[in-house]
Nanobody, 113 residues
Framework: QVQLVESGGGLVQAGGSLRLSCAAS?????MAWYRQAPGKQRELVAA???????NYADSVKGRFTLSRDNAKNTVYLQMNSLKPEDTAAYYC??????????WGQGTQVTVSS
């Protein structure tokens, strides 16, 4: 059983920055961050494989950077130039080599205008 521990959410003014971290307790292949705003569907923000291949939602390209420390089984989402529309609950996601998915408990990011 893999556990994901998230940290780094909070309140920030528009244009500010936050960094989210997610540490996994077991062997993981793909890791990602999703977000869900009130009344909206959960959406992929960014994902990264063990090899470091990344993909981003169009809405965050150029502003967010996802990185990974394989030795620590931890991913970091650096969020810059934050906008009010980035306000959401952010969830860490991981998938092991068998394709089994795991979710973190979520961390709130609120961007004030």
């Amino acid at each position: 059983q893999v556990q994901l521990v998230e940290s780094g959410g909070g309140l920030v003014q528009a244009g500010g920055s936050l960094r989210l971290s997610c540490a996994a307790s077991g062997s993981i292949f793909t890791m990602a961050w999703y977000r869900q705003a009130p009344g909206k569907q959960r959406e992929l923000v960014a994902a990264i494989t063990t090899a470091g291949s990344t993909n981003y939602a169009d809405s965050v390209k150029g502003r967010f950077t996802l990185s990974r420390d394989n030795a620590k089984n931890t991913v970091y989402l650096q969020m810059n130039s934050l906008k009010p529309e980035d306000t959401a609950a952010y969830y860490c996601y991981a998938q092991n080599l068998l394709g089994i998915p795991y979710w973190g408990q979520g961390t709130q990011v609120t961007v004030s205008s």
